[in-house]
């Protein structure tokens, strides 16, 4: 994915990003849940620093994700599988 690619989250991070940590107007992502792997089941937790950070988006990928965030929930997931769900 370009968004793992030109922010430098970890794939944790990734798919926990919520509409609401998507600030597109000031190009930055809010870093404050990542899930984990523990022992074949996803367990939403702290980052792996265990701090959150806010990480800047290039402007090619808030055009993507304009689309992306359009009409959704702020509490929905950014990134889900083809089916809806939760990836992982």
């Not at 798919?15 to 899930?35: E, K, M």
């Not at 939403?44 to 806010?54: A, D, F, L, M, Y």
């Amino acid at each position: 994915m370009r968004t793992l690619a030109y922010t430098g989250l970890r794939w944790g991070e990734l798919i926990a990003l919520r509409v609401r940590d998507v600030d597109l107007a000031r190009r930055r992502l809010d870093v404050r849940r990542a899930f984990a792997d523990l022992a074949g089941k996803l367990v939403e937790g702290t980052p792996k620093s265990h701090q959150s950070r806010t990480v800047p988006l290039p402007p090619s990928l808030c055009e993507k994700l304009v689309v992306v965030l359009d009409g959704r929930d702020r509490d929905a997931l950014v990134f889900t599988s083809p089916k809806g769900g939760r990836c992982g």
